[in-house]
């Protein structure tokens, strides 16, 4: 998992060199676990090292002028175009979320990247290819098991000692408002101000709007 730290920073780079807005670094171990603090930590500095050692932030286009970026990007470009008229003519967005278009999509891109790495067709240094028989084993986090009993104590106390009727009746207006046009955020705001938990107020949010089901796709 330490060669994505390498990963992780060309990433980076590439996205400042080609003028991102904002960006945000995944920790070494994310793929594995919950991230530890050290590899947040690293994360973190990888951003920093290339905005303020690097020099690349120096200039607003350092890569302008270059044809084959530029004939990247007109590809790159064309062939958004043309995914987002695939999505418009199967009837938008959320028709599509509705027939599985979009989860079809990820999953069969994922199986053709899975596919060449077993094919040895795209390399992934330390996994298919350059492997190494020492195997290293991160220092994941470990979650204090006792930590959801002590979570559960302290949600008991807070629903004793908050006004539960004020709770009841801002989690109605939410649910009132969850068949209107009115902005739900305030209300979001003024619920958990009154300690209204996450859990209550997406619970009502569940009851009147259903959830979502996955389309099964394979």
């Avoid at 995914?83 to 999509?105: K, M």
Wanted: a negative charge; charged letters at 25%.
């Amino acid at each position: 998992p330490l060669n994505n730290l390498i990963r992780t920073t060309l990433q980076a780079m590439s996205a400042v060199l080609g003028g991102t807005q904002s960006l945000h670094t995944n920790s070494y171990d994310e793929a594995l676990a919950l991230p530890t603090e050290e590899s947040v930590e690293l994360a973190l500095r990888t951003q920093q090292i290339i905005a303020f050692e690097s020099g690349v932030a120096d200039t607003i286009d350092p890569l302008a002028g270059s044809y084959y970026i530029e004939a990247l990007t007109d590809r790159v470009e064309a062939e958004a175009m043309a995914y987002l008229r695939r999505i418009e003519d199967i009837g938008g967005a959320l028709v599509g979320i509705e027939q599985g278009f979009q989860q079809r999509e990820i999953q069969e891109s994922a199986y053709r990247l899975q596919k060449m790495a077993e094919t040895k067709d795209r390399i992934v240094v330390g996994v298919n290819d350059f492997v190494t028989d020492s195997m290293v084993e991160p220092d994941l986090m470990r979650v204090d098991p006792t930590l959801g009993k002590r979570r559960a104590k302290q949600l008991a106390a807070l629903r004793k000692r908050r006004d539960n009727a004020n709770v009841t009746r801002i989690l109605g207006r939410i649910r009132e408002a969850a068949h209107s046009d009115e902005n739900t955020m305030p209300l979001f705001i003024e619920a958990v101000e009154a300690y209204a938990t996450v859990g209550e107020i997406c619970a009502v949010l569940r009851e009147e709007w259903g959830e979502y089901q996955e389309v099964m796709t394979i």
